[in-house]
């Protein structure tokens, strides 16, 4: 392991540690989750107090300790605070549920999926509609659950192998697989196909084109709801976020 870690990285949580340090969780940029203390980072006249705090885009130097096993921020520099986030809760606490959701996933196990958060949280501070905000929500929960190979293809049944057609209702059954409605059990979660057929349309386009592409609110409602159902039984651990920000998100 090298002893001095160079790396642009965003800060996905951040603690209070002794008397004036902080314990701070970061996504590096690449897509490691790596705990690091930033020593004195808590005091007022520290460089390091306004950069310590989620979500904070930065370029940073990280030292690891080999006799402590311990990695300490030696060096930040900011590149964005995403102050557009800090302003809005519901801007905040969307990207305080996809932070938790990396947390709990451990990244998520695909090199991209720094990039992918990057660039969702880039989109979010800069969003002016709430709808937006959903719709980058699920765009984002949508791309990330499939980079992590751990959902199947909702168009094609995950038990007889049937493609399902555009018109049909699809079903999520756990585990990332998603069935047709003679194959499913009783307590599926339904993907009816106006909001499969949104999924469909907009999983191959860029986020530029897929945000202007018009759905109504009840789509877009049921799309969010399946999709966070589907990573809270995949994570296996309550989000809190969802609890906490409930009112926003
Ligand atoms: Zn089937």
Same mark, same amino acid.
């Given at each position: 392991?090298?002893?001095?870690?160079?790396?642009?990285?965003?800060?996905?949580?951040?603690?209070?540690?002794?008397?004036?340090?902080?314990?701070?969780?970061?996504?590096?940029?690449?897509?490691?989750?790596?705990?690091?203390?930033?020593?004195?980072?808590?005091?007022?006249?520290?460089?390091?107090?306004?950069?310590?705090?989620?979500?904070?885009?930065?370029?940073?130097?990280?030292?690891?300790?080999?006799?402590?096993?311990?990695?300490?921020?030696?060096?930040?520099?900011?590149?964005?605070?995403?102050?557009?986030?800090?302003?809005?809760?519901?801007? !905040?606490?969307?990207?305080?549920?996809?932070?938790e959701i990396i947390l709990k996933s451990?990244?998520?196990?695909?090199?991209?999926?720094?990039?992918?958060?990057?660039?969702?949280?880039?989109?979010?501070?800069?969003?002016? @509609?709430?709808?937006?905000?959903? @719709?980058?929500?699920?765009?984002?929960?949508?791309?990330?659950?499939?980079?992590?190979?751990?959902?199947?293809?909702?168009?094609?049944?995950?038990?007889?192998?049937?493609?399902?057609?555009?018109?049909?209702?699809?079903?999520?059954?756990?585990?990332?697989? !998603?069935?047709?409605?003679?194959?499913?059990?009783?307590?599926?979660?339904?993907?009816?196909?106006?909001?499969?057929?949104?999924?469909?349309?907009?999983?191959?386009?860029?986020?530029?084109?897929?945000?202007?592409?018009?759905?109504?609110?009840?789509?877009?409602?049921?799309?969010?709801?399946?999709?966070?159902?589907?990573?809270?039984?995949?994570i296996?651990y309550?989000l809190?976020?969802?609890?906490?920000?409930?009112?926003?998100?």
């Open positions: 392991m090298k002893r001095i870690q160079r790396s642009e990285l965003i800060v996905l949580k951040s603690e209070k540690s002794g008397e004036n340090h902080r314990l701070v969780t970061l996504f590096t940029s690449n897509s490691q989750i790596v705990r690091a203390l930033a020593f004195g980072a808590a005091g007022s006249k520290s460089a390091m107090r306004g950069l310590t705090t989620p979500f904070c885009l930065c370029e940073g130097e990280l030292y690891h300790d080999p006799v402590k096993d311990l990695w300490r921020i030696t060096h930040l520099s900011g590149l964005d605070l995403y102050d557009g986030i800090r302003s809005d809760l519901k801007k !905040f606490y969307t990207i305080s549920l996809l932070a451990y990244g998520g196990g695909d090199e991209k999926a720094y990039a992918l958060f990057k660039k969702t949280i880039g989109f979010i501070d800069r969003a002016e @509609k709430a709808e937006d905000v959903e @719709k980058l929500l699920v765009f984002y929960l949508w791309r990330y659950l499939k980079m992590s190979g751990v959902l199947s293809d909702p168009w094609e049944c995950g038990s007889c192998g049937r493609t399902v057609a555009t018109s049909e209702t699809v079903y999520y059954t756990g585990d990332g697989q !998603f069935s047709c409605r003679s194959c499913c059990g009783e307590s599926a979660g339904e993907l009816n196909h106006r909001a499969l057929n949104y999924l469909y349309m907009t999983s191959g386009m860029t986020f530029e084109e897929a945000l202007p592409v018009e759905t109504d609110q009840s789509i877009l409602a049921t799309v969010k709801k399946s999709l966070i159902l589907i990573a809270q039984s995949l296996e309550p809190k976020t969802l609890k906490t920000g409930s009112m926003f998100i």
